[in-house]
């Protein structure tokens, strides 16, 4: 039987790198399928948990938070870019940063439903690839319809609030863990990488930890 390895990846959707770091990660499991047996949870964190439900301009708001110029922001993001070309992923133009507690309930429900992971991945995609708002309903329906997940129902978890106390109680967890970044993997509940590592890399963690707990 092969070994068994649980991922708590802690992340949110505005986060870039969280996207580069799953998308690595996945590529990384993927050539180690024949010798190990992944679960990935998604865990959530919030860059933005102030901000209001229109967003602000990515740019201004990167340079208020981080005191970057718009010159060092372009290169950042083109740097990200390529980054995420590497791994699979592709960005497009993301002119603002939303809110996105109500998609991190969005995916406590679907975890619930055992479609956590492909709607993280849709909404990672919806934000960064397409630049749609992670915080708007109507893009939160879309998504967990575009993963088999029924629509109505999902509307109904959006404006019900529905797992909000579940959300805040997870945030607070990760706070209490000393998690202050994302994205943050932890293995087996034990062993903690944070950043979007390149796919060597995990794999060579994930090898690492394989061979420890085998010992």
């Known amino acids: 039987m092969k070994p068994q390895l649980t991922i708590d990846f802690v992340s949110d959707i505005a986060c870039p790198w969280c996207a580069i770091g799953l998308s690595s990660l996945q590529l990384a499991l993927a050539q180690l399928q024949d010798t190990i047996d992944a679960h990935i949870v998604v865990h959530p964190f919030e860059l933005n948990p102030q901000m209001g439900s229109d967003g602000e301009d990515i740019v201004e708001y990167l340079g208020k938070k981080y005191g970057r110029t718009a010159a060092q922001i372009a290169e950042t993001q083109a740097m990200i870019r390529e980054r995420g070309a590497s791994v699979g992923f592709e960005f497009g133009p993301r002119t603002r940063t939303y809110n996105t507690f109500d998609a991190h309930r969005l995916l406590h429900w679907a975890g619930l439903k055992g479609q956590q992971l ?72 034990r062993y903690l990488v944070t950043g979007g590592q390149p796919v060597e890399q995990f794999v060579q963690v994930i090898e690492e930890i394989v061979g420890k707990e085998a010992a």
């Open 118 to 189: 492909p709607l993280k991945l849709a909404l990672l995609r919806a934000y960064h690839s397409d630049g749609k708002n992670p915080g708007n309903h109507d893009v939160l329906v879309e998504a967990a319809e575009s993963v088999g997940l029924d629509a109505d129902e999902a509307r109904e978890v959006l404006t019900s609030g529905a797992y909000a106390g579940e959300v805040r109680a997870a945030e607070k967890n990760n706070q209490e863990m000393g998690i202050q970044s994302v994205p943050s993997i932890i293995f087996n509940r």
